[in-house]
């Protein structure tokens, strides 16, 4: 029996490196600015990045899926989900994003470095129906509740949304903000 359990815990050892996915936990000091907590958790074996952000009625969970180009946020508050294409332009690769939340976290969690990107997002007022197309992760996150397709705003059109927006902030490496016009409810 001892050698069965030392034969599963060594299998377990050598095996966990090959699965490559893992927890980080990112504070925020004090709770300003209303990020709270966020957990990241990269599997490099499924290409996914999956962000959690607890703080009460603002949090969210995001799910970027580097190998279908698409990432989604989940509101709480809104009782929504958000499905948008990955501007591998300005979101970091999964390898980078690993790289930076290390780093983070060796820093002792605060900022620093160069400021965030950011980025803004019209969110289209119309349901999706078919959350397939979307890719597994973000179906299988977004199934049940309205999810709605947003498209990146240009810089200069942002002004325009300004006060109807609902922040995500990925730790401190980038700003998303998903827009709604006046007339549009989601």
């Given at each position: 029996?001892?050698?069965?359990?030392?034969?599963?815990?060594?299998?377990?050892?050598?095996?966990?490196?090959?699965?490559?996915?893992?927890?980080?936990?990112?504070?925020?000091?004090?709770?300003?600015a209303g990020s709270g907590?966020?957990?990241?958790?990269?599997?490099?074996?499924?290409?996914?990045?999956?962000?959690?952000?607890?703080?009460?009625?603002?949090?969210?969970?995001?799910?970027?899926?580097?190998?279908?180009?698409?990432?989604?946020?989940?509101?709480?508050?809104?009782?929504?989900?958000?499905?948008?294409?990955?501007?591998?332009?300005?979101?970091?690769?999964?390898?980078?994003?690993?790289?930076?939340?290390?780093?983070?976290?060796?820093?002792?969690?605060?900022?620093?470095?160069?400021?965030?990107?950011?980025?803004?997002?019209?969110?289209?007022?119309?349901?999706?129906?078919?959350?397939?197309?979307?890719?597994?992760?973000?179906?299988?996150?977004?199934?049940?509740?309205?999810?709605?397709?947003?498209?990146?705003?240009?810089?200069?059109?942002?002004?325009?949304?300004?006060?109807?927006?609902?922040?995500?902030?990925?730790?401190?490496?980038?700003?998303?903000?998903?827009?709604?016009?006046?007339?549009?409810?989601?």
């Amino acid at each position: 029996m001892r050698v069965t359990m030392l034969f599963l815990g060594l299998l377990g050892l050598f095996m966990a490196p090959g699965l490559a996915s893992y927890n980080i936990n990112v504070n925020d000091n004090g709770n300003e600015a209303g990020s709270g907590q966020q957990r990241v958790s990269i599997n490099n074996e499924h290409n996914v990045a999956n962000v959690d952000n607890n703080n009460g009625w603002n949090s969210w969970n995001a799910i970027w899926d580097y190998e279908n180009s698409f990432a989604a946020t989940r509101l709480f508050a809104k009782k929504s989900c958000i499905v948008h294409r990955m501007n591998k332009e300005v979101m970091p690769s999964i390898e980078t994003l690993d790289a930076l939340v290390k780093e983070k976290k060796l820093q002792g969690n605060g900022p620093g470095g160069p400021p965030p990107k950011t980025m803004a997002f019209s969110i289209n007022p119309n349901q999706v129906d078919d959350l397939s197309q979307f890719g597994t992760n973000i179906a299988g996150m977004c199934q049940g509740i309205p999810t709605y397709v947003a498209e990146e705003i240009p810089g200069e059109n942002l002004p325009l949304y300004s006060e109807k927006c609902y922040d995500a902030n990925i730790l401190w490496i980038l700003n998303m903000s998903f827009c709604r016009t006046s007339e549009e409810q989601f």
